[in-house]
């Protein structure tokens, strides 16, 4: 029933930012938890960044601790995802995705799943 749909991804060199928004549709999206996932070419979706419902909590991978922030707008139904000091590790298709109660990294909790946006970091 629920629709994500992300967008903003494209080729940035080393160092450098993007912001990956997410919009929602076709469902309450206020009573989900969100996550951001990222697949790399022959590796498993991995996750990323994820946020509670109200936006209070989040989680982030250690890998990106520090150099991303996950946001949501409630009224808008948009999550966000801001990438700084990317590195080419961080290459891969990101994925939006909605459906646990509580932020989690487990992909089997999230019912709700984007088209995915890729992402490439080289110089």
């Known amino acids: 029933q629920l629709q994500l749909v992300e967008s903003g991804g494209g080729l940035v060199q080393p160092g450098g930012s993007l912001r990956l928004s997410c919009a929602a549709s076709g469902g309450s999206f206020v009573n989900y938890a969100i996550g951001w996932f990222r697949q790399a070419p022959g590796k498993e979706r991995e996750g990323v960044s994820c946020?509670?419902?109200?936006?209070?909590?989040?989680r982030y991978a250690d890998s990106v601790k520090g150099r991303f922030t996950i946001s949501r707008d409630n009224a808008k139904s948009m999550v966000y995802l801001e990438m700084n000091s990317l590195k080419p590790e961080d290459t891969a298709v990101y994925y939006c995705a909605a459906g646990p109660l509580w932020p989690t990294f487990r992909r089997d909790e999230y019912g709700y799943w984007g088209q995915g946006t890729q992402v490439t970091v080289s110089s």
């Open positions: 946020i509670s419902t109200s936006g209070g909590s989040t």
